[in-house]
């Protein structure tokens, strides 16, 4: 089974960046598809963007799409997501998550819901704040 610890967290100013990761252990990620999701306090979990494993198609919430990049470096068994730009809206507990690549896995990847993954990182807090 693959474990997942995610890093990169912080206190930002708005219009600032992070760039958070995601590592892999007992597994690398050749063979999942990887997403980000974030939760804020008194809302429900939403994916924010989703990679696959395979072609490398990138799926992103409307609210993140030009602001958030998401990437993965399989050789270092890390997914990242880079934000620019960032909102007070976008302070949140970041979770990164992974699931194996099935038929079913790559036809629900664009909804990028977390119904979709079974491996959970601990998360990582991200505030952005003046």
């Known amino acids: 089974q693959v474990q997942l610890v995610e890093s990169g967290g912080g206190l930002v100013q708005p219009g600032g960046s992070l760039r958070l990761s995601c590592a892999a252990s007992?597994?690398?990620?050749?063979?999942?598809?990887i997403g980000w999701f974030r939760q804020a306090p008194g809302k429900e979990r939403e994916g924010v963007s989703c990679i696959s494993s395979s072609d490398g198609n990138t799926y992103y919430a409307d609210s993140v799409k030009g602001r958030f990049t998401i990437s993965r470096d399989n050789a270092k068994s890390t997914v990242y997501l880079q934000m620019n730009s960032l909102k007070p809206e976008d302070t949140a507990v970041y979770y990164c998550?992974?699931?194996?690549?099935?038929?079913?896995?790559?036809?629900?990847?664009?909804?990028?819901?977390?119904?979709?993954?079974?491996?959970w990182g601990q998360g990582t807090q991200v505030t952005v704040s003046s």
């Open positions: 998550a992974a699931e194996t690549v099935t038929l079913r896995t790559i036809l629900r990847l664009r909804q990028c819901v977390s119904q979709t993954f079974r491996y």
């Open positions: 007992g597994s690398t990620l050749d063979s999942y598809a």
